[in-house]
């Protein structure tokens, strides 16, 4: 019996060689898998990670209940116990962000509502010209643009999310920030008198308003990121973009 032994076990096939897999195999195939951790993401993700991924498959969803159904995932991960997600991170724009940036421009644009120095500086946008072209103040209009982008998404203050941009490339929070700003600061120089003081010319009347835009465009951009981000339903549905599904 015990001669047969050797023959038993010399007839016992090895699982890896009847399946073709040998030792080099193995190591072949744990190299790829090793490697496929950088394919598929860090090698230490975190919740910012995730919701990196989830914001990439909402954009590619085009069922928008599918959509509806990430979006609430996004929304039950910024709100998952000890992720900074909750209070530093903002997806969505709503109408409650342009109430607030209305409300920051407000503060924002009042103490120079009864500033003299507004009407000298506009006077003096207005006489500087190059060709007729008046630079200071074109130039000021660019500085309001870059400040606000500087704000938003370079100071660091949350991180902004730019999703659903009105045509493609305008990120909505900019385009409500400005504009919401801007018309407040034209009315409320209309209504308190302040627009046609002094009968200005057309030119002085727009550096005014631009002169009073720039504290209320800064003030409409703190009113809406400082609250965080807000309830409501996102706005994405108007974005103006043809190419869209939504």
Do not use: C
Not at 171 to 188: C, E, F
Request: without cysteine; charged residues 25%.
């Amino acid at each position: 019996m015990d001669s047969d032994a050797p023959d038993r076990r010399s007839g016992e096939t090895d699982p890896g060689d009847s399946e073709g897999i040998g030792p080099e195999d193995g190591e072949n195939s744990s190299t790829e898998r090793t490697d496929g951790e950088d394919v598929h993401g860090p090698a230490e993700p975190d919740v910012d990670d995730l919701l990196a991924k989830l914001d990439a498959l909402s954009d590619t969803v085009d069922d928008p209940h599918e959509r509806e159904k990430v979006r609430q995932t996004i929304s039950l991960v910024e709100r998952m116990p000890g992720s900074t997600a909750f209070a530093e991170r903002i997806t969505k724009y709503t109408s409650r962000d342009m109430a607030e940036s209305f409300v920051g421009a407000v503060l924002f644009a009042l103490p120079l509502l009864v500033e003299g120095g507004v009407f000298e500086i506009a006077a003096w946008f207005a006489a500087t010209t190059v060709a007729g072209v008046p630079v200071l103040l074109f130039a000021h209009v660019g500085f309001v643009f870059a400040a606000v982008a500087g704000l938003l998404y370079f100071a660091d203050f949350r991180q902004i999310a730019i999703r659903h941009p009105i045509f493609g490339f305008i990120p909505r929070r900019y385009a409500g920030v400005l504009l919401v700003s801007l018309i407040t600061s034209a009315v409320m120089l209309l209504f308190w008198g302040r627009l046609h003081e002094g009968d200005p010319t057309p030119l002085e009347q727009a550096g005014r308003i631009a002169v009073v835009w720039a504290a209320a465009a800064f003030g409409a951009g703190l009113g809406d990121i400082l609250p965080g981000e807000s309830q409501g339903e996102d706005l994405g549905k108007f974005d103006l973009d043809i190419g869209d599904d939504d």
